[in-house]
């Protein structure tokens, strides 16, 4: 008897999946990104770091495309595909922490804000309206100014520069699940605070959270690049996309897939983790539910 | 009335206000109510007549912001709730800690819209058995397993504990509800509207549970509603309330063979009589008055058909018929057990 009435039974999660698999489009995304994530991982199997990547071979410098060296080689004399492969690693590092930072520090701010509101709630978004009156990267750049060019640092000075747009989109998205009466009915079974915000508040958020999540990253990785394009970032010789496209900047006419290079690892990443972004949206919003 | 053990819950003198930038409205007014240990009360009245914002007292869970308390008691199992302060104002007798484990455990509320309070990502089973693990030391499989009965007991089958909200329909999900407020057997269960937002057949299996469920572990109960009906189904006592006040209490008989006020006697009026299909019904004419610009005199004053001068600015005062019949009309002021309507 039980074993008939026992329906497939799908968890939210599960069905996000289902739902984002259909969408072609994000699910390209998904893949490219897979490959560039599993290249940068397995790149020590292919190239050795510090001689492949970093140690200047200049008998070698600007060599056109061959089947030694895929991408040729750059001004340095190294090869152009290990540098990038070993630049997504950089790039995706600070990505993710970046925002995982300002998720954290935004999205606990933001679920404090809309939960409580009142005077607490405008001093904290006050602070943050201060906080995006200035451009992301100056800020960004001016934080760089201060400290060791690292990849700690650099994910510090590009997440904080996106806190207060995560506290903006979680405290609109808290103030929505608020005002719902199951948050009344958990409060009247006794439930604490702190519960009722991270369990009851901010799991039903997620969906918002999630997109944001994944287009953050995309635009954290741009940043990164812009910063060590314009040599506040992370310091050749250590290879990254932005500084690579900045030495490759000089032979534009005579190499341009030297900055092709980078550039389409930029744009592959950016466009899939926008993508992703997008997809989730879709699979996320229940008005959508099929 | 002195000190009675007896009592559940004891409500004295209350008087709420939701303060907003522009007005201040009187929701509540100066209202007295109790419970009997065992026994079960109805809170009668129409929209906006203040008997959520009652509910929500007892459970000190007024909108922080603008609910305020400002006169009166509340008592629960001799525990105060909310007492009066030296300077003759309503403060909360418990920390927030303390009251948290009130609620749930002591007091359960059941809300009037089983489709919003359920939280639509967790699993039913889980939020019952969350609600037990905060009032109950045990294990999350004691939690769980507590859950399954509660769910058997509202007639939903265990297997079912790991299907989400949306999964169930509405007079399901009612029961749900109603296995997750009655899961660490409250003393008191406060019924909001329990079965507004359910159609015919399934509110009468919904009340006919409340009913046995509370035969059984001997529960007291609020019941909220605005259908005279289910009070007569389900209650022992009744109180008519019209804007944020008492008019009329008593128990079954008095108000429905004995009815005083000339209010119950329009909302007796308002049903439908299966005996004579041909009788029109008789609304009660007007309006609530705004609570925010309340009458001097008699709130019902305007729409009262026995209405005289005195009604409009001198507010009437409890009258005592019978020891456990009472009406606020200035009909009845010789004390007089007999219909005046």
């Not at chain 1, 409060?187 to 953050?216: E, S």
């Not at chain 2, 026994?39 to 914002?53: H, I, N, P, Q, W």
């Not at chain 2, 509910?55 to 912001?65: G, H, R, V």
């Not at chain 2, 484990?101 to 089973?125: C, E, H, S, W, Y």
Request: proline share 4%; charged share 20%; glycine share 8%.
């Amino acid at each position: 008897m039980q074993e008939h009435i026992k329906k497939k039974k799908e968890s939210q999660a599960r069905q996000i999946w289902r739902r984002f698999k259909k969408n072609k489009i994000a699910m390209a995304a998904l893949v490219v990104l897979a490959i560039i994530v599993l290249a940068a991982l397995t790149a020590d199997l292919f190239w050795d770091y510090q001689a492949d990547a970093c140690d200047i071979n200049i008998p070698m410098r600007l060599q056109k495309p061959s089947k030694e060296h895929w991408l040729g080689t750059d001004e340095m004399g190294r090869d152009m595909l290990c540098r990038i492969v070993y630049g997504a690693r950089a790039s995706l590092t600070v990505g993710i922490f970046a925002t995982t930072f300002a998720l954290i520090i935004g999205g606990a701010l933001g679920a404090v804000c809309g939960y409580y509101g009142g005077r607490l709630d405008n001093i904290i978004m006050r602070c943050t309206d201060v906080l995006l009156s200035i451009p992301g990267l100056l800020l960004a750049i001016a934080i760089m100014s201060a400290f060791k060019p690292n990849i700690f640092y650099i994910s510090l000075a590009l997440g904080i520069s996106y806190i207060s747009k995560f506290t903006r989109i979680v405290r609109s998205a808290v103030l929505t699940v608020r005002e719902q009466e199951f948050i009344e009915a958990a409060r009247a079974i006794g439930a604490k605070d702190r519960t009722i915000i991270f369990k009851h508040v901010l799991m039903n958020c997620m969906a918002p959270i999630f997109v944001q999540y994944a287009l953050a990253i995309g635009s954290r990785i741009l940043s990164v690049s812009t910063l060590s394009y314009i040599g506040m970032g992370i310091q050749s010789p250590t290879p990254d996309w932005g500084n690579m496209l900045s030495g490759a900047r000089a032979f534009i006419v005579g190499r341009p897939y030297l900055v092709l290079g980078p550039g389409i690892a930029l744009l592959l990443t950016i466009s899939a983790f926008n993508l992703i972004g997008d997809g989730l949206r879709d699979a996320m919003d229940p008005r959508l539910k099929k | 009335m002195g000190i009675n053990t007896n009592l559940m819950l004891e409500i004295k003198d209350l008087v709420v206000e939701y303060r907003t930038e522009d007005e201040i409205v009187q929701a509540v007014n100066d209202i007295t109510l109790w419970i009997e240990k065992g026994k079960s009360l109805g809170l009668v009245g129409e929209t906006g007549a203040g008997k959520t914002t009652t509910a929500l007292s007892i459970l000190n869970l007024l909108p922080e912001t603008t609910g305020f308390i400002k006169h009166g008691t509340i008592t629960l199992d001799g525990d105060p709730i909310i007492r009066m302060d030296e300077k003759g104002n309503s403060v909360a007798a418990m920390d927030d800690s303390d009251m948290q484990k009130v609620r749930g455990k002591k007091v359960a509320m059941i809300f009037q819209d089983p489709m919003t309070a359920l939280n639509p990502i967790f699993t039913v089973g889980y939020q019952i058995a969350e609600s037990v693990k905060l009032h109950q030391k045990c294990s999350s499989q004691e939690a769980e397993k507590r859950a399954e009965e509660m769910l058997e007991l509202v007639g939903i089958p265990a297997g079912r504990k790991d299907d989400y909200p949306h999964q169930f329909s509405g007079g399901m999900k009612q029961r749900v509800v109603i296995a997750m407020a009655l899961a660490c057997n409250p003393s008191l269960l406060i019924a909001d509207e329990p079965t507004t937002a359910l159609d015919v057949t399934v509110q009468a299996q919904v009340l006919e549970m409340i009913k046995d469920l509370r035969e059984k572990f001997g529960t007291s109960v609020l019941m909220i509603t605005h259908d005279l009906g289910i009070i007569a189904e389900m209650c022992d006592e009744v109180s008519v309330m019209y804007a944020g006040s008492i008019v009329e209490h008593g128990n079954l008989e008095d108000i429905f063979d004995k009815t005083r006020h000339p209010y119950t006697q329009g909302l007796f009026n308002s049903l439908p009589n299966i005996n004579n299909r041909m009788s029109r019904l008789k609304p009660i004419r007007g309006l609530t008055p705004d609570p925010a610009n309340l009458p001097m005199g008699c709130a019902f004053a305007d729409r009262c058909d026995y209405v005289t001068e005195r009604c409009r600015f001198e507010k009437p005062v409890k009258k005592w018929l019978s020891d456990s019949h009472f009406v606020a009309c200035h009909l009845y002021e010789d004390g007089k057990d007999e219909s005046k309507l």
